[in-house]
T-cell receptor, first 113, second 115 residues
Framework: AQSVTQLDSQVPVFEEAPVELRCNYS??????LFWYVQYPNQGLQLLLKYLSGSTLVKGINGFEAEFNKSQTSFHLRKPSVHISDTAEYFC???????????FGTGTRLLVSP | NAGVTQTPKFQVLKTGQSMTLQCAQDMNHNSMYWYRQDPGMGLRLIYY???????DKGEVPNGYNVSRLNKREFSLRLESAAPSQTSVYFC??????????????FGPGTRLTVT
């Protein structure tokens, strides 16, 4: 069964510093990959998605992610974070042909001045 | 266009009480989902409905039932609430067309406490 690993439960970073949030998935079959963001006391909002094509995907709020099939990874990056990026970030994977998403346990990004 | 709406936003139940969480979407999506979110565990799928008239179990279905009332609405019922069901519940919807998959859209959540 597909599984998703987000190794870092919490990532503290200073404002304007770069950040990378790591995501690895278990299966090497064809997959669709997603990053969602959850601001405090809100639902989940899609940041970006990889379905096919270019392995570098750009999303909202200046985030981007790179799909690496050989390493089964889909790490999220931002070159310069803002205080407003403080939130929880979830990586999710689904195998092509299936409707169910499998979520990682989330990474809490804490941006301080 | 409200997207996915959930009611209620907050609920406190006593052990053994029952309740129904309501979810509706106005995006004409075929598929709908119920998740629970617990600290350190991410989101876990309780039930989903691939299309109107069908429902299937997810990862953690025990203690829950669902009804896909029509294309817009998908409800989650707790028949006899237990403290282990204290959680935040999210409803989501998506469209799957051909070989292209679309992301899931989430509601704002229902925070349920069972005492």
């Amino acid at each position: 069964a597909q599984s998703v690993t987000q190794l870092d439960s919490q990532v503290p970073v200073f404002e304007e510093a770069p950040v990378e949030l790591r995501c690895n998935y278990s299966s090497s079959v064809s997959v669709y990959l997603f990053w969602y963001v959850q601001y405090p006391n809100q639902g989940l909002q899609l940041l970006l998605k990889y379905l096919s094509g270019s392995t570098l995907v750009k999303g909202i709020n200046g985030f981007e992610a790179e799909f690496n099939k050989s390493q089964t990874s889909f790490h999220l990056r931002k070159p310069s974070v803002h205080i407003s990026d403080t939130a929880e970030y979830f990586c999710a994977v689904r195998n092509t042909g299936f409707q169910k998403l499998v979520f990682g346990t989330g990474t809490r990004l804490l941006v301080s001045p | 266009n409200a997207g996915v709406t959930q009611t209620p936003k907050f609920q406190v139940l006593k052990t053994g009480q029952s309740m129904t969480l309501q979810c509706a979407q106005d995006m004409n999506h075929n598929s709908m989902y119920w998740y629970r979110q617990d600290p350190g565990m991410g989101l876990r799928l309780i039930y989903y409905s691939a299309s109107e008239g069908t429902t299937d179990k997810g990862e953690v279905p025990n203690g829950y039932n669902v009804s896909r009332l029509n294309k817009r609405e998908f409800s989650l019922r707790l028949e006899s609430a237990a403290p282990s069901q204290t959680s935040v519940y999210f409803c989501a919807s998506s469209e799957v067309a051909s070989r292209v998959t679309y992301e899931q859209y989430f509601g704002p959540g229902t925070r349920l406490t069972v005492t």
